[in-house]
C-alpha cells in the first residue's frame, strides 16, 4: 500500500491508499491506529482523509493545522459530537452527553477540585499510598511494571476522588468495573458506538454497579453530615447557575470522567517512564542525583511532588513525546471548516495525532531518539499529548502529579533495569489508548539502605 490514492471530487485533499470495499480503511485503522496514521502522513503530508465504513475522516499534522482545529468553537468543531461512544461511559447529561452549557459549568466543577489549595492536599494521599506500595518492596526483585503501575495509579486516583474509606475497602470489583468501561473505549466505537455488541452490553452492566458502588458512598455521606477533602465532595457541594445540585447519576459520570482523565496519563506514562530510565541510565543518574538534592532540602515526598522538579520534569514530558496516552484527538466538523486552500466537509471527522505529530522531524529533530534535553518546540501547538485550547485535558496536572510522586519515591531508593531486550518494551494498542506491550517487565535494586 504505498503512493497516494485519487481524490475525491470537491474535497481537494488526498485520499490514504488502501482503502478496501465499503469498509474503506476500517480494517487496517483498527489494527493498529498508530501505524495507520503514521502511514497516511508519510504517504500524504498534512492533511489527508481516510474512510471509516462510510465516515470520513480528515487527518490534519502539524502545528498550525492543530491551532486551526483547537481553537475553533464548537459550534464549528464538535468534540462532543466525535466521542459519542463516551456518553454510555460517562452517562447522559455528563460532559459529552450534556448540552454545551451545562457541560460547561461541569467543567468549572472539575476546574475546582484541581486548584492549587486541593492539589497539596492530592499530593499528601498520593504520596501516602506511594509509600505503602514501597514498604513490601525487597532490595531488588522484578515486576511487571505495567500491572503494577496500573494498579498503585487506580488506587491513588480513588482515593483522590472517592476519599480514605472507599479506598480502603476498595475490592478487585472495581478495577474489574472499570476495565470494562475501557474496552469499549476501541477503534470500531469512533464509527459506531453501539456497534459493539457484547462488549457493549459488559459496559452498560458496568456503568450501572459503578453508579451504584458510587450513589451508596454519596447517600452514606449525606447521611453522616460530614466533610472529605475528596473529589467526590466537590461534586456533591458543587451546584449549577441555576441552584441545582447534580443528581446522583451525574455525579458518577463526573467520577468516571475524571478517571479516564487522569487514570490513563497515570498509569501509561509511569510505566514508559520507568522502562526509558532502565533503557537510559545515564539519564536515571542525572535525576537520582537531582531527587537526592530534593530530598537533602526536605524529606517529605508530598511536597518534593509539588515542587519543581526540571530533570525528572523534561523526562516526563519526552516520554509523553513519544508515548503519548491518546494516539487521536477528534472533532465533527458541523458546518463545512476551512483550512488553508482546503474544505472539510461538515459531517467529517477532523482527526488530530500526538502520536504522529511528535514525531515529525522538522519540529523534533531525530525523532525517534528519546532524548529529554531537547527544546520545548517554538508552538505550543506542535506538543499535544493533552490535546490544547479549551478543550486541553482536564485531568493533565493531576496525572503529571501522580507521575512526579511516584519516581520522586522511587529514585530516591531504587534504580531500574531492563529484563528484556530493549526493542522488545513496544507500544500496544488494544483501544484507543496507547500503553506499553505485555510483558513490561523490569529488574529494580535498592541503591542504598534506607
Same mark, same amino acid.
Given at each position: 500500500?504505498?503512493?497516494?490514492?485519487?481524490?475525491?471530487?470537491?474535497?481537494? @485533499?488526498?485520499?490514504?491508499?488502501? /482503502?478496501? +470495499?465499503?469498509?474503506? =480503511?476500517?480494517? #487496517?485503522?483498527?489494527?493498529?491506529?498508530? %501505524?495507520?496514521?503514521?502511514?497516511?502522513?508519510?504517504?500524504? +503530508?498534512?492533511?489527508?482523509? $481516510?474512510? *471509516?465504513?462510510? !465516515?470520513?475522516? @480528515?487527518?490534519?499534522?502539524?502545528?498550525? /493545522? =492543530?491551532?486551526?482545529?483547537?481553537?475553533?468553537?464548537?459550534?464549528?468543531?464538535?468534540?462532543?459530537?466525535?466521542?459519542?461512544?463516551?456518553?454510555?461511559?460517562?452517562?447522559?447529561?455528563?460532559?459529552?452527553?450534556?448540552?454545551? &452549557?451545562?457541560?460547561?459549568?461541569?467543567?468549572?466543577?472539575?476546574?475546582?477540585?484541581?486548584?492549587?489549595?486541593?492539589?497539596?492536599?492530592?499530593?499528601?494521599?498520593?504520596?501516602?499510598?506511594?509509600?505503602?506500595? !514501597?514498604?513490601?518492596? #525487597?532490595?531488588?526483585?522484578?515486576?511487571?511494571?505495567?500491572?503494577?503501575?496500573?494498579? !498503585?495509579?487506580?488506587?491513588?486516583?480513588?482515593?483522590? %476522588?472517592?476519599?480514605?474509606?472507599?479506598?480502603?475497602?476498595?475490592? &478487585? &470489583?472495581?478495577?474489574?468495573?472499570?476495565?470494562?468501561?475501557?474496552?469499549?473505549?476501541?477503534?470500531?466505537?469512533?464509527r459506531d458506538p453501539d456497534a459493539l455488541g457484547e462488549v457493549a452490553a459488559r459496559r452498560d452492566r458496568a456503568r450501572a454497579r459503578l453508579a451504584q458502588l458510587i450513589g451508596e458512598r454519596v447517600a452514606q455521606r449525606r447521611a453522616s453530615g460530614a466533610q472529605h477533602?475528596?473529589?467526590?465532595?466537590?461534586?456533591?457541594?458543587?451546584?449549577?447557575?441555576?441552584?441545582?445540585?447534580?443528581? #446522583?447519576?451525574?455525579?458518577?459520570?463526573?467520577?468516571?470522567?475524571?478517571?479516564?482523565?487522569?487514570? =490513563?496519563?497515570?498509569?501509561?506514562?509511569?510505566?514508559?517512564?520507568?522502562?526509558?530510565?532502565?533503557?537510559?541510565?545515564? =539519564?536515571?543518574?542525572? @535525576? /537520582?542525583?537531582?531527587?537526592?538534592?530534593?530530598?537533602?532540602?526536605?524529606?517529605?515526598?508530598?511536597?518534593?511532588?509539588?515542587? #519543581?522538579?526540571?530533570?525528572?520534569?523534561?523526562?516526563?514530558?519526552?516520554?509523553?513525546?513519544?508515548h503519548p496516552p491518546l494516539v487521536t484527538l477528534t472533532r465533527r466538523a458541523l458546518q463545512d471548516f476551512h483550512y488553508r486552500d482546503y474544505v472539510i466537509p461538515a459531517g467529517s471527522n477532523v482527526m488530530a495525532s500526538p502520536y504522529v505529530a511528535h514525531r515529525l522531524?522538522?519540529?523534533?529533530?531525530?525523532?525517534?531518539?528519546?532524548?529529554?534535553?531537547?527544546?520545548?518546540?517554538?508552538?505550543?501547538?506542535?506538543?499535544?499529548?493533552?490535546?490544547? +485550547?479549551?478543550?486541553?485535558?482536564?485531568?493533565?496536572? $493531576?496525572?503529571? *502529579?501522580?507521575?512526579?510522586? @511516584?519516581?520522586?519515591?522511587? %529514585?530516591?531508593?531504587?534504580?531500574?533495569?531492563?529484563?528484556?531486550?530493549?526493542?522488545?518494551?513496544?507500544?500496544?494498542?488494544?483501544?484507543?489508548?496507547?500503553?506499553?506491550?505485555?510483558?513490561?517487565?523490569?529488574?529494580?535494586?535498592?541503591?542504598?539502605?534506607?
Amino acid at each position: 500500500m504505498t503512493g497516494a490514492a485519487s481524490t475525491p471530487a470537491g474535497t481537494g @485533499i488526498p485520499l490514504v491508499s488502501g /482503502a478496501s +470495499g465499503q469498509g474503506g =480503511h476500517f480494517a #487496517e485503522f483498527c489494527a493498529n491506529p498508530a %501505524l495507520f496514521l503514521s502511514r497516511a502522513y508519510r504517504e500524504n +503530508g498534512e492533511i489527508c482523509q $481516510f474512510d *471509516l465504513n462510510g !465516515l470520513r475522516n @480528515i487527518l490534519l499534522v502539524s502545528a498550525e /493545522a =492543530h491551532e486551526a482545529v483547537f481553537r475553533a468553537p464548537d459550534e464549528l468543531l464538535s468534540a462532543a459530537e466525535a466521542y459519542q461512544m463516551m456518553v454510555p461511559v460517562f452517562g447522559e447529561g455528563v460532559q459529552y452527553g450534556a448540552p454545551p &452549557e451545562l457541560e460547561r459549568q461541569q467543567l468549572k466543577m472539575q476546574a475546582r477540585g484541581l486548584r492549587q489549595d486541593r492539589m497539596k492536599l492530592y499530593a499528601a494521599v498520593i504520596a501516602r499510598e506511594v509509600q505503602d506500595w !514501597l514498604a513490601d518492596w #525487597e532490595d531488588e526483585g522484578e515486576l511487571d511494571i505495567y500491572e503494577a503501575f496500573t494498579r !498503585l495509579t487506580l488506587k491513588t486516583s480513588t482515593h483522590c %476522588l472517592m476519599g480514605e474509606e472507599f479506598r480502603y475497602t476498595l475490592t &478487585e &470489583e472495581f478495577a474489574d468495573l472499570y476495565h470494562e468501561l475501557e474496552a469499549s473505549v476501541s477503534p470500531a466505537a469512533l464509527r459506531d458506538p453501539d456497534a459493539l455488541g457484547e462488549v457493549a452490553a459488559r459496559r452498560d452492566r458496568a456503568r450501572a454497579r459503578l453508579a451504584q458502588l458510587i450513589g451508596e458512598r454519596v447517600a452514606q455521606r449525606r447521611a453522616s453530615g460530614a466533610q472529605h477533602p475528596d473529589m467526590l465532595q466537590v461534586y456533591m457541594d458543587a451546584r449549577y447557575e441555576d441552584g441545582r445540585a447534580l443528581s #446522583e447519576d451525574e455525579i458518577a459520570g463526573m467520577v468516571i470522567w475524571f478517571m479516564f482523565a487522569g487514570h =490513563h496519563t497515570s498509569g501509561n506514562t509511569s510505566s514508559w517512564t520507568a522502562v526509558e530510565l532502565a533503557r537510559h541510565p545515564g =539519564h536515571a543518574a542525572a @535525576i /537520582a542525583a537531582e531527587v537526592d538534592e530534593l530530598y537533602s532540602r526536605n524529606t517529605e515526598l508530598s511536597r518534593n511532588a509539588l515542587k #519543581e522538579i526540571p530533570r525528572l520534569q523534561a523526562f516526563i514530558m519526552e516520554v509523553l513525546r513519544l508515548h503519548p496516552p491518546l494516539v487521536t484527538l477528534t472533532r465533527r466538523a458541523l458546518q463545512d471548516f476551512h483550512y488553508r486552500d482546503y474544505v472539510i466537509p461538515a459531517g467529517s471527522n477532523v482527526m488530530a495525532s500526538p502520536y504522529v505529530a511528535h514525531r515529525l522531524p522538522q519540529t523534533f529533530p531525530q525523532p525517534d531518539r528519546f532524548d529529554p534535553t531537547r527544546p520545548e518546540p517554538d508552538n505550543v501547538f506542535a506538543f499535544i499529548p493533552f490535546g490544547g +485550547g479549551h478543550r486541553k485535558c482536564v485531568g493533565n496536572a $493531576f496525572a503529571i *502529579l501522580q507521575v512526579k510522586a @511516584i519516581f520522586c519515591a522511587l %529514585l530516591r531508593d531504587y534504580a531500574f533495569e531492563l529484563v528484556d531486550a530493549p526493542d522488545s518494551y513496544r507500544d500496544y494498542m488494544p483501544s484507543l489508548i496507547l500503553r506499553p506491550s505485555e510483558p513490561c517487565r523490569l529488574r529494580y535494586r535498592r541503591r542504598r539502605s534506607t
